[in-house]
């Protein structure tokens, strides 16, 4: 079956350093790949996605590329902020077609210390 | 705000309780999701409708029913639940075609069984 595997946190980075998050998936066939971010009492929230191959995607200065070849999205960011610290999941959705549940990695909470 | 509500947003309940959850979306979508989502755990996904019709049931006990009565409302109706079945519980709505894998999450509602 899918299965999602991302590092695990919390962590802790001071203001403006540079981010990664690592994220590795196994699927059948050619997955879409998601983030998503999860505030403080709040529900989950799309941040980027990609739907295929060498595709990045990119929000809030926020990327991931899509690597077929290292099953891998992982997130980057060049210089995070205090209000980046979230929980971040990494996700996918198989390739069967219709309404289908996304696959969540654990989450990884991430702190940014002024 | 992503145009899913979900109430209430805090429960509290007996083993011996039933309650309901209820989400509601606004986005015009016609497929809605139930999640779990548990502390040090992915989140899981229980239930899929799509044009009002379950798609997916990831083997939820029975003590978890849905009912999804339109396209815009689900609930998810609890029955004698357990103390692990504590956790914050997700509702999603997308489209079934198209941009559908782009799922919108409601805020959650914490459930507490005692």
Request: glycine share 10%; charged share 20%.
């Amino acid at each position: 079956g899918n299965s999602v595997t991302q590092m695990e946190g919390p962590v802790t980075l001071s203001e403006e350093a540079f981010l990664t998050i690592n994220c590795t998936y196994t699927a059948t066939g050619y997955p879409s790949l998601f983030w998503y971010v999860q505030y403080p009492g709040e529900g989950l929230q799309l941040l980027l996605k990609a739907t295929k191959a060498d595709d990045k995607g990119s929000n809030k200065g926020f990327e991931a590329t899509y690597r077929k070849e290292t099953t891998s999205f992982h997130l980057e960011k060049g210089s995070v902020q205090v209000s980046d610290s979230a929980v971040y999941f990494c996700a996918l959705r198989g390739t069967g077609g219709g309404a289908d549940g996304l696959t969540f990695g654990k989450g990884t909470h991430l702190i940014i210390q002024p | 705000e992503t145009g899913v509500t979900q109430t209430p947003r805090h429960l509290v309940m007996g083993m011996t309780n039933k309650k309901s959850l209820k989400c509601e979306q606004h986005l015009g979508h016609n497929a809605m999701y139930w999640y779990k989502q548990s502390a040090k755990k992915p989140l899981e996904l229980m239930f899929v409708y799509s044009l009002e019709e379950r798609v997916e049931n990831n083997s939820v006990p029975s003590r978890f029913s849905p009912e999804c009565p339109n396209s815009s409302h689900l609930f998810l109706h609890l029955h004698t639940l357990q103390p692990e079945d504590s956790a914050l519980y997700l509702c999603a709505s997308s489209v079934s075609q198209g941009d559908w894998e782009t799922q919108y999450f409601g805020p959650g509602t914490r459930l507490l069984v005692l």
